[in-house]
């Protein structure tokens, strides 16, 4: 059964960290890009960052660069999203995606295999 579970998010306080993992099962994600996106209420999924196929190539949304840092182990066949000085307007449900390729574009369009999300709430 192919599938991708995200972890790790929860409540943290502004300033805090948080680091999110997604894993998958029943398919390997070593030739795939892996995308991270997120979902505020009443708002449109919006892309957070991505990785190609071997790590070589990262892209941020404008929003998020310099405090998230997306990694993978393709050997745990797992992703992760390292989220430091978070704020109040980070507070989204995270979802995990896999891709053909990464853009600077980070369009839902071009993922798919979702996960369920993990609930990510930065709140003092």
């Known amino acids: 059964q192919v599938q991708i579970v995200e972890s790790g998010g929860g409540l943290v306080q502004p300033g805090g960290s948080l680091r999110l993992s997604c894993a998958a099962s029943?398919?390997?994600?070593?030739?795939?890009?892996i995308g991270w996106f997120r979902q505020a209420p009443g708002k449109e999924r919006e892309g957070v960052s991505c990785?190609?196929?071997?790590?070589?190539?990262?892209y941020y949304a404008d929003s998020v660069k310099g405090r998230f840092t997306i990694s993978r182990d393709n050997a745990k066949n797992t992703a992760y999203l390292q989220m430091n000085s978070l704020k109040p307007e980070d507070t989204a449900v995270y979802y995990c995606?896999?891709?053909?390729?990464?853009?600077?574009?980070?369009?839902?369009?071009?993922?798919?295999?979702w996960g369920q999300g993990t609930q990510v709430t930065v709140s003092s």
């Open positions: 995606a896999t891709g053909r390729v990464c853009i600077a574009t980070l369009r839902k369009s071009d993922f798919g295999s």
């Open positions: 029943g398919f390997t994600l070593d030739y795939r890009a």
């Open positions: 990785i190609s196929s071997i790590g070589g190539t990262t």
